[in-house]
């Protein structure tokens, strides 16, 4: 394994692509990801990480492109004879992404740490890059919205994000902490860079944020941090970002995402549909094709954006 060069942090499906384009623009080992765990929860009896198995398929080239979640070439035999009995089906987990669901849960009521399970996990799967929990405490995510607080995959899955949102809490984030893998990341003597993935700001990286010490790591950054810019000619490509922005009073341009990251990021790269935003956001920006279609246009992103944070 190649010394860590790059630390990736991500959430969800937007940040799985570039994280897929980092993974394989590097050599072996350069890449690392910090994953936000905001998103996990108790279904069934399991432990589900929704975020963390997004980007372990992505990594593995084992994720289902056409649903944007899960394992390609499911089967979904345990949700139909589930329905049958009459148990909950809203939350849909095929057959063999229920293995993993399984071993991790087995392995973390054993006393083993989200960590050292999600490291073997990755190994399991071929995948030859650090894939780090953002803590080893538990952290929920909480919408607060017109209808009441809900947990997050209520508010995502069961009610398709519709909803509007007032405010989002991220329970246990105080008492949280950092693990020792996610701080000797960012101690890694051949670190270049940090990537703030195109995730949810305030769904999937805020999480992150939110981890006392984590906020700090990134300050005290010794290399550049680079932001890409979810909103692109002020629609999201996926998800609610720009639908929560709206509901919080705030414009979806690369100006208001540069300045939710004021003070950590040293440039932020913006697609070429909003060139008319550069040098108006407060940091440095490169334009460039941000919309990822395919394995290439991953690469050329990932390339694009560790060429413009050696440029800081």
Known sequence: MNPLRVLALTGGVGGAKLGLGLYRVLETGAVGFIVNTGDDFQHLGLHISPDIDTLLYTLAGCNNEALGWGRRDETWQCMTLLERLGGPTWFRLGDGDLALHLERTRRLAAGETLTAITAQLASALGIEAAVLPMSDSA?????????????????FVARRAMPVVTSIEFCGAATATLSSAVASAFAAPRLECVVLCPSNPYLSVDPLLAIPGLRQQLTAARVPVVAVCPVVGGSAIKGPTTKIMAELGLSPNPATIARHYAG????????AADAAWAGRCGVPTCVTQTVMHSLQDREQLAQTTLAFAATL
Not at 140 to 152: E, I, K, M, Q, Y
Not at 264 to 271: R, T, W
Request: glycine share 8%.
């Open 139 to 155: 952290v929920a995510t909480r919408v607060h919205t017109a209808d009441g607080p809900l947990d997050f995959q209520d508010y």
């Open 264 to 271: 950590l990021i040293d440039g932020l790269v913006i697609d």
